[in-house]
Nanobody, 121 residues
């Protein structure tokens, strides 16, 4: 089994900052792409940021310049550093990781349970 556990969510004022973390554990040969998604009430889940195993990144236009995704491959951990938070950033943030559990095995996606980020004054 593979488990993803997010942490770092909470309540922050507009303009504030927050750093989210996600740790992958269990039977893991290699972690490939790692991503952050978010889902606000009444809205679809959307991709926020993605980072490949080689360090290439992609961001949603709405967060570009404010959010930074990074990873520590030795710890199977992905981070999302956020600054200049806006009320519209309020959502449950989910971690996703594409994991290869054994050599030559199929790569499969895994999800964390989510962490709440609330931006409000």
């Amino acid at each position: 089994q593979v488990q993803l556990v997010e942490s770092g969510g909470g309540l922050v004022q507009p303009g504030g900052s927050l750093t989210l973390s996600c740790v992958a554990s269990g039977s893991i040969y290699r972690v490939n792409d790692m991503s952050w998604y978010r889902q606000a009430p009444g809205k679809q889940r959307e991709l926020v940021a993605r980072i490949t195993s080689g360090g290439s990144t992609n961001y949603a236009d709405s967060v570009k310049g404010r959010f930074t995704i990074s990873r520590d491959n030795a710890k199977n951990t992905v981070y999302l550093q956020t600054i200049s938070l806006k009320p519209e950033d309020t959502a449950v943030y989910y971690c996703n990781a594409v994991v290869q559990r054994q050599r030559f095995s199929l790569l499969l996606p895994y999800w964390g349970q989510g962490t709440q980020v609330t931006v409000s004054s």
